[in-house]
Nanobody, 120 residues
Framework: QVQLVESGGGLTYTGGSLRLSCTASGPSGIISTLNPMGWYRQAPGKQRELVATMTVNGYRNYDDSVKGRFTISKDSVKSMVFLRMNSLQPEDTAVYYC???????????WGLGTQVTVSS
């Protein structure tokens, strides 16, 4: 079974930075073909929304609200994906979820989430 485990959330203040990490584990045949991987977030009372995704070819997709502030990257050897978040704002406060898709089996995987709180 594929597992995604996030780390790196926490409390910061307006203008601060955080770096989230996600490690994928499971059958190597699935882990090596996860595509894309990325991050979603869910704020209290709101629906889960896309933050950023990255394909195996390096194509990055960002929500407009984070463009220029957040950077997604990955380490394919270690099966990890990262989210560097700069210039954080209170509206970035949410639970951030790691996401991965496995197209051959039409499967999606989610982590349990990590809380990011930005205080003014």
């Amino acid at each position: 079974q594929v597992q995604l485990v996030e780390s790196g959330g926490g409390l910061t203040y307006t203008g601060g930075s955080l770096r989230l990490s996600c490690t994928a584990s499971g059958p190597s045949g699935i882990i090596s073909t996860l595509n894309p991987m990325g991050w979603y977030r869910q704020a209290p009372g709101k629906q889960r929304e896309l933050v950023a995704t990255m394909t195996v070819n390096g194509y990055r997709n960002y929500d407009d609200s984070v463009k220029g502030r957040f950077t997604i990257s990955k380490d394919s050897v270690k099966s990890m994906v990262f989210l560097r978040m700069n210039s954080l704002q209170p509206e970035d406060t949410a639970v951030y979820y790691c996401y991965a898709q496995h197209r051959p089996t039409d499967s999606e995987y989610w982590g349990l989430g990590t809380q990011v709180t930005v205080s003014s």
